[in-house]
């Protein structure tokens, strides 16, 4: 089975003075606006990154709920931080980690059996997978 979502983004000028909207398929985003001073100066509004972080975070509880789900235990709550870190390099930037903080209710569930519940989410949630994945690329001029 292949589930296809779309995310697109438009962006207007210099990389300093530019600004920028993502959007999403289901419209939950719609033209949201992004910038350098979003992205790197503090300044408030979304970001890359803080997109990336809440799609683990989203992805992460879903999979755990999922392992616990098949171990006999529905949780009643699963709430995860997901702290993303760009950092600059040689290279530029890069995100060079992404810390999880899960915090559950599980009734019935042993913290040893909820650890490797824990762990296996980590491990085997998509987007958790996603930083090791090929990134390819169909790149066309327009004008």
């Known amino acids: 089975?292949?589930?296809?979502?779309?995310?697109?983004?438009v962006w207007q000028g210099g990389l300093k003075d530019g600004k920028g909207t993502v959007s999403t398929q289901s419209g939950v985003?719609?033209?949201v606006s992004y910038s350098f001073a979003k992205r790197f100066e503090g300044e408030a509004g979304s970001n890359p990154e803080?997109?990336?972080?809440?799609?683990h975070a989203s992805?992460?509880?879903?999979?755990?709920?999922?392992?616990?789900?098949?171990?006999?235990?529905t949780p009643e709550r699963i709430a995860t931080q997901a702290t993303v870190s760009l950092e600059q390099?040689?290279?530029?930037?890069?995100?060079?980690?992404?810390?999880?903080?899960t915090r559950a209710s599980v009734p019935g569930?042993?913290?040893?059996?909820?650890?490797?519940?824990a762990n296996k989410a980590k491990a085997g949630c998509p987007v958790?997978?996603?930083?090791?994945?090929?990134?390819t690329l169909d790149a066309k001029l327009e004008g």
């Open 128 to 135: 958790s997978k996603l930083f090791n994945a090929e990134i």
């Open 50 to 55: 803080e997109l990336i972080g809440a799609a």
């Open 1 to 9: 089975m292949s589930i296809k979502k779309n995310g697109s983004a």
């Open 109 to 117: 569930a042993d913290d040893a059996a909820f650890q490797d519940a």
């Open 89 to 101: 390099g040689e290279g530029g930037f890069s995100i060079t980690a992404i810390h999880l903080e």
């Open 29 to 31: 985003l719609s033209d």
């Open 59 to 73: 992805c992460y509880s879903m999979a755990l709920s999922m392992i616990l789900g098949e171990a006999g235990h």
